[in-house]
């Protein structure tokens, strides 16, 4: 199983509602404040309304559908083969060396 992690390029609903949390709070403390001004509900009255929107934000961008869900590219990157076991034979000799004094070699 492939663990979903959050990819702000992907259109499904968990990775889209994510995005929301921000914009739905604002828009309720907006709606909240106006209602306070016009003395409908005072704004200590109405936090618990807040709350709500909150919880149903997080409640859909965790148990929402992963349809269509695009996983980050960085994980999309297909898996190395196994390396194959070494032997001896597999692996060449150094070529010979053309030079009589060889730096590395000492007489």
């Known amino acids: 199983?492939?663990?979903?992690?959050?990819?702000?390029?992907?259109?499904?609903?968990?990775c889209r509602a994510?995005?929301?949390?921000?914009?739905?709070?604002?828009?309720?403390?907006?709606?909240?404040?106006?209602?306070?001004?016009?003395?409908v509900?005072?704004?200590?009255?109405?936090?618990?309304?807040l709350l709500l929107v909150i919880g149903c934000v997080l409640l859909v961008s965790r148990s929402g559908s992963t349809e269509g869900h695009v996983q980050p590219g960085w994980m999309e990157t297909p898996a190395m083969p196994p390396p194959?076991?070494?032997?001896?034979?597999?692996?060449?000799?150094?070529?010979?060396s053309t030079e009589r004094n060889d730096s590395q070699v000492k007489p």
């Not at 199983?1 to 968990?14: D, E, F, G, H, Q």
């Not at 194959?84 to 010979?96: I, K, R």
């Open 1 to 14: 199983m492939i663990p979903y992690i959050r990819n702000k390029n992907c259109a499904c609903v968990r």
């Open 18 to 39: 994510h995005g929301l949390m921000p914009a739905a709070v604002l828009i309720t403390l907006g709606v909240l404040a106006l209602l306070d001004s016009y003395r």
């Open 41 to 49: 509900i005072p704004m200590h009255n109405s936090i618990p309304v």
């Open 84 to 96: 194959q076991p070494w032997t001896p034979n597999s692996v060449p000799p150094p070529p010979p």
